[in-house]
């Protein structure tokens, strides 16, 4: 139940760009995306919901492709600020409230 | 705002006890969860309420109790302390539309629980 995020682990110099990706088995209405520092809370970054709706957040976007049940997020030209770990998390239709989150991506960005 | 407030922040436990972990928000919102977070693990979702009265189990609910009798608070309960349930618990909680919508999930700073 728990979605796949892929990589594990990414290193990045400062200025390049990546990609996360999130999957699911089930049939999902909406994805949400979290970046955590370390030994902090988790903050909220973007949320696509079924039907093409989305917000963004800096360089940062994502896309949701419902037919496949996968998200991915991309940050482009990366910054030292964009270390962290990255979340996903879904939602199914009529579970509204019961975010799923995935195992986590580290993303680590060096000078 | 204070937003989502957790306590206590730290707390040591013997196996065997028992403790409730508070947790509360000031933002109106219906949507409350509780996680634990294990390396490597992610955010497991222990429980989650739709509002206050309405609670239900996550993927991880054995050994945690938890009750909504008011908006603000959602209480999260250890019945009988088990050192696997080491972790670090976050809250969250989130603003719902209408119905079955969810919006962004603002999160507590956490309780770090080591059981002994």
């Known amino acids: 139940q728990q979605p796949v995020q892929s990589p594990q682990a990414v290193i990045l110099r400062e200025g390049e760009d990546a990609v996360i990706n999130c999957s699911s088995s089930k049939a999902l209405y909406s994805v949400h995306w979290y970046r955590q520092k370390h030994g902090e809370a988790p903050v909220f970054l973007m949320i696509l919901l079924k039907g093409g709706e989305q917000k963004g957040h800096e360089k940062i976007s994502a896309s949701f492709n419902e037919k496949k049940q996968q998200s991915s997020l991309y940050l482009t030209a990366s910054q030292l600020s964009y270390s962290g770990t990255y979340f996903c998390?879904?939602?199914?239709?009529?579970?509204?409230?019961?975010?799923?989150f995935g195992q986590g991506t580290e993303l680590s960005v060096k000078p | 705002n204070a937003g989502v407030t957790q306590t206590p922040k730290f707390q040591v436990l013997k196996t065997g006890q028992s403790m409730t972990l508070q947790c509360a928000q000031d933002m109106n919102h219906e949507y409350m969860s509780w996680y634990r977070q294990d390396p490597g693990m992610g955010l497991r979702l222990i429980h989650y309420?739709?509002?206050?009265?309405?609670?239900d189990q996550g993927e991880v609910p054995n050994g945690y109790n938890v009750s909504r009798s008011t908006t603000e608070d959602f209480p999260l309960r250890l019945l009988s302390a088990a050192p696997s349930q080491t972790s670090v618990y976050f809250c969250?909680?989130?603003?719902?539309?209408?119905?079955?919508?969810?919006?962004?999930?603002?999160f507590g700073q956490g309780t770090r629980l080591t059981v002994v």
């Open positions: 998390g879904t939602e199914k239709n009529n579970q509204g409230g019961k975010l799923i």
């Open positions: 969250a909680s989130s603003y719902s539309p209408r119905l079955f919508m969810n919006t962004e999930a603002f």
């Open positions: 309420s739709v509002g206050a009265g309405i609670t």
